[in-house]
């Protein structure tokens, strides 16, 4: 059941080496104060460890009114998912949400809809090929779009965290998460030419990844893990 609520490319892991599978980028908004959630998380979850997708949880916040605030939300990521709204002209956002690659979406919350989507999404293939060196990050010149490109650096946890929800629609039960987006960083913006951008390390525990992404909430043209 959907909650309703008012408010390509190439893939280097490092230069020189040889290329993984075509990339897609799964991206789950979820929260820990809605009980249609729990299924998606689960299903989501199962995805973490494949390495031909990128997945990232993200905890919105309009949940955290309703009696259990959400440790792992942050404002920013609720704004991120009205930015796929707004650029794919949805006048709401529910939880929960999975938008693959910034191009197409479904709720999760049946292991086949993921594979559907997947399925029926374009592995990126045509964005600037992406490469680390000395703490920084390379984008190689490509072809441009019509407006410049975003950089966004994503820090997340890797590992499984179990949280006990004491309040709300969940209350009672312990939930897992992985893949837990901690935080989110506008590197700078792409605009066809070659460029080199400083990354900022990443916190101990965590891992991180880089999406180009084609304006606010418009589709990933290539992303990459750091290494």
């Given at each position: 059941?959907?909650?309703?609520?008012?408010?390509?490319?190439?893939?280097?892991?490092?230069?020189?080496?040889?290329?993984?599978?075509?990339?897609?980028?799964?991206e789950?908004?979820?929260?820990?104060?809605c009980?249609?959630?729990?299924?998606?998380n689960?299903?989501?979850?199962?995805?973490?460890g494949?390495?031909d997708?990128?997945?990232l949880s993200?905890?919105?916040?309009?949940?955290?009114?309703?009696?259990?605030?959400d440790?792992?939300?942050?404002?920013?990521?609720?704004?991120?998912?009205?930015?796929?709204?707004?650029f794919?002209?949805?006048?709401?956002?529910?939880?929960p949400q999975?938008w693959?690659?910034?191009?197409?979406?479904?709720?999760?919350?049946?292991?086949?809809?993921?594979?559907?989507?997947?399925?029926?999404?374009?592995?990126?293939?045509?964005?600037?090929?992406?490469?680390?060196?000395?703490?920084?990050?390379?984008?190689?010149?490509?072809?441009?779009?019509t407006t410049p490109?975003?950089?966004?650096?994503?820090?997340?946890?890797?590992?499984?965290?179990?949280?006990?929800?004491?309040?709300?629609?969940n209350?009672?039960?312990?939930?897992?998460?992985?893949?837990?987006?901690?935080g989110?960083?506008?590197?700078?913006r792409?605009?066809?030419?070659?460029?080199?951008?400083?990354?900022?390390?990443?916190?101990?525990?965590q891992?991180?990844?880089?999406?180009?992404?084609?304006?606010?909430?418009?589709?990933?043209l290539?992303?990459?893990?750091?290494p």
């Amino acid at each position: 059941m959907r909650r309703y609520l008012v408010p390509p490319l190439l893939f280097f892991a490092l230069a020189g080496a040889a290329p993984l599978p075509p990339l897609h980028v799964v991206e789950l908004f979820q929260s820990q104060g809605c009980s249609s959630c729990p299924p998606a998380n689960a299903n989501v979850g199962k995805l973490a460890g494949r390495r031909d997708l990128i997945v990232l949880s993200w905890a919105v916040t309009y949940w955290d009114r309703l009696g259990w605030p959400d440790r792992f939300a942050q404002p920013a990521f609720t704004v991120r998912q009205w930015d796929f709204a707004n650029f794919n002209g949805r006048s709401q956002v529910w939880t929960p949400q999975v938008w693959i690659n910034g191009r197409r979406d479904t709720t999760g919350v049946r292991p086949g809809q993921l594979t559907e989507a997947l399925a029926a999404s374009p592995p990126l293939a045509a964005g600037p090929a992406l490469s680390f060196a000395g703490g920084a990050l390379s984008i190689a010149a490509g072809t441009a779009q019509t407006t410049p490109a975003d950089v966004w650096l994503v820090h997340y946890d890797p590992a499984e965290r179990r949280v006990a929800v004491g309040r709300g629609e969940n209350a009672g039960r312990t939930l897992a998460h992985r893949n837990i987006v901690t935080g989110l960083k506008r590197l700078g913006r792409w605009d066809g030419a070659a460029l080199q951008l400083p990354l900022p390390p990443t916190p101990a525990g965590q891992a991180a990844v880089v999406l180009v992404q084609a304006g606010r909430g418009g589709p990933i043209l290539n992303a990459a893990r750091l290494p």
